[in-house]
Every structure is written in C-alpha cells, then in structure tokens.
C-alpha cells in the first residue's frame, strides 16, 4: 500500500468499523498522512515498513518540539495501521510507547479567588 490515499482510506475503513469517534479518525488518518508524507521525504517511499523508520519519524516530531501528548498520537495512528491493516507485528520493546507528560496545575492568584467569591456572594 505505497499509496499514501489508499492507506488513509483503509485506516478509515478499519477505524470505522471498529466504531472509533469521528475525530480520532480525523487525528490518525493526518497523522499516519504526515508518516507516509515523511517515508516518501526521506526516501523510504519504495521500502517495505519497519520499525526503524517510526522510530526516526517520532524522534523527529519530537526534535520539532511536539509534545508527547501530540506523538503518542502519531504511535498509535501508526501502529494501528501496522498492525491492524497491514498486518505486520509491532514490538512494544523495540518501539516503546511515550510515557505520560505530567505538569503542575496552574496557581489561581488571591485576587482571583476574591473576586470569584464575591461574584458567587452577589
């Protein structure tokens, strides 16, 4: 499936059937476009799929300073198609999935709080 059309509609297919919500269809299919874009970019258009290439095309997400919410995304758009429409196995040790960001929680001022409590008094 070299063309990048035909995997798009046969991600969308599987998505679909599987009953995935229309805007993670929306997300994996431009996410595994732009994975397919970036294989014929560096010339890997005419190879067959491995785990070489995705981990190079998340790293390269990551150097473009995606955040990882953003890249886990493209692993699981990309290994959807790996494994459930093209069928090839996809290694988890080989291709670790992005550990969970974590940030603290934005500090509301005092005088926030005043005056959302003064406007709960009125």
Sequence with gaps: MENISTAVLALTQF???KNYSKATVRCYTT?????????????FG???FDEFQVKNY???RYDKG???QSINGDYSAIMHYYVDVLKIEWSVKNLPRPRQEYSLP???SKATIIALNNAALK
């Design 15 to 17: 998505l679909t059937l």
């Design 31 to 43: 996410a595994l476009k732009l994975f397919l874009e970036w294989r014929f970019k560096n010339g």
């Design 46 to 48: 005419g190879s067959n």
């Design 58 to 60: 998340l790293l390269f």
């Design 66 to 68: 995606l955040k990882w």
């Design 106 to 108: 934005r500090i509301v």
